[in-house]
């Protein structure tokens, strides 16, 4: 299997290194990645990485990860993160968005294992125990992060479709209040006919515009609609000025949306009895980022597999037993370590961030709630040293 994997990691490096797969032109870029042969050998080669983690890694300690679906569509989904990088403004996408930087940081973190993957598998001549314990750890957080970049992705689609139904409804809502002033202004001016025509012509398309409402979420569509159509009732009504609008949009518009990834892993942990594959794959994948941004791996992953015992916490979250005082010794030892390795313009967000927990703590907040929390801010805050790192490492190799 290690040479069918060689064979597929050199043609994959040779696509990632064809002389269109840039930010020079678009189309010959999409031509690339449209290609079926590329899709294929980018399939096979994810399928086969699955293979042999599971034959090597997972029957052996049963390992648990969530398993990515590689279909077509995922793959498209796995080119869709070079799109983003090097055709930002052709994807329409905006850098102030949460879930768009959510998606960006994810696939940052998930770029760099494949890379690694890649120049592991390509470089490689002798595939001792060594080498195979490498490249199991780093498909292991490959396919993690690829399965959240999946999932991210998902909710950057969902943001997208969020803004067309409240686009359709402020259409919908335009057409009945530029009714209303043709009543106003012009009274009994117009004969009846004209006025009935009007009127049938405005409904026609409110009726159009309900139906690509509908089109686009048939489960909550009219629900969404309704509540888009309060806000600018109300903000016509009550005279708000454009600030206090947009906030009530944005809160409207989070409160529309699906739930986000933290939010079903919430979801997950608070059901009876709790579900904890989704966190406890985090927790692991949180480790492997740490291991990755230290020096002395070794001597680290020793020292953190002992204060974040992964097992240990697994069960007593199963059985409603994981205490405050287990959790605070987690996140001051990760602080610390954070504190340690992040570059310094990053202090003064992990001071709010650690301020935040804090004053949680202090609450006797839902321990749950406080898991979350913890997990979804040292998650981006660790991918983030990861990317420095790599990128150094990227740079330094230019100059040598």
Do not use: A
């Not at 032109?25 to 980018?42: M, R």
């Amino acid at each position: 299997m290690e040479q069918e994997l060689k064979k597929l990691s050199i043609q994959v490096d040779l696509l990632i290194n064809h002389k269109d797969f840039n930010t020079k032109d678009f189309l010959k870029f999409t031509k690339l990645i449209s290609k079926s042969e590329n899709i294929k050998i980018l399939q096979s080669f994810f399928l086969l990485l699955q293979k042999y983690y599971e034959e090597n890694e997972r029957k052996k300690k049963k390992n648990k990860y969530p398993k990515v679906d590689i279909t077509l569509v995922n793959i498209k989904k796995f080119f869709s993160f070079y799109t983003i990088l090097f055709y930002p403004k052709i994807m329409n996408t905006d850098t102030k968005s949460i879930t768009f930087k959510n998606l960006k940081s994810k696939g940052y973190t998930m770029k760099i294992y494949f890379l690694m993957i890649v120049n592991l598998i390509k470089n490689e001549e002798v595939w001792d125990d060594k080498t195979k314990m490498k490249l199991l750890l780093r498909v292991g957080g490959f396919m993690n992060n690829y399965s959240e970049y999946i999932l991210r992705f998902n909710d950057w689609k969902d943001m997208d479709k969020e803004y067309l139904i409240y686009n359709l409804t402020k259409t919908y809502y335009n057409l009945e209040t530029d009714f209303r002033e043709i009543e106003i202004k012009e009274g009994n001016k117009n004969s009846k006919e004209l006025y009935e025509l009007t009127k049938k012509n405005v409904e026609s398309e409110k009726n159009k515009t309900m139906r690509k409402i509908i089109l686009l979420d048939k489960k909550n569509g009219e629900e969404k609609f309704k509540s888009y159509y309060e806000l600018l009732l109300k903000r016509e009504e009550y005279k708000e000025k454009q600030e206090e609008f947009i906030d009530k949009l944005v809160l409207s518009f989070q409160k529309n949306m699906k739930k986000s990834f933290w939010d079903i892993m919430k979801q997950d942990l608070e059901k009876t009895p709790p579900e904890t594959l989704n966190f406890i794959n985090n927790l692991k994948e949180l480790i492997n980022t740490i291991i990755s941004c230290v020096p002395n791996k070794v001597e680290y992953r020793e020292e953190i597999n002992r204060v974040i015992d992964v097992e240990l916490i697994d069960q007593m979250i199963k059985h409603n037993v994981y205490r405050y005082e287990d959790l605070v010794k987690v996140v001051e030892y990760v602080n610390g370590l954070l504190w340690k390795f992040q570059s310094p313009s990053e202090d003064s967000k992990t001071e709010l961030y650690e301020k935040e927990i804090k004053n949680m703590i202090q609450k006797d907040d839902n321990i749950i709630e406080v898991l979350i929390f913890f997990l979804s801010n040292v998650m981006e805050k660790f991918e983030n040293i990861l990317l420095l790192r790599y990128k150094f490492f990227e740079n330094k190799k230019k100059i040598n």
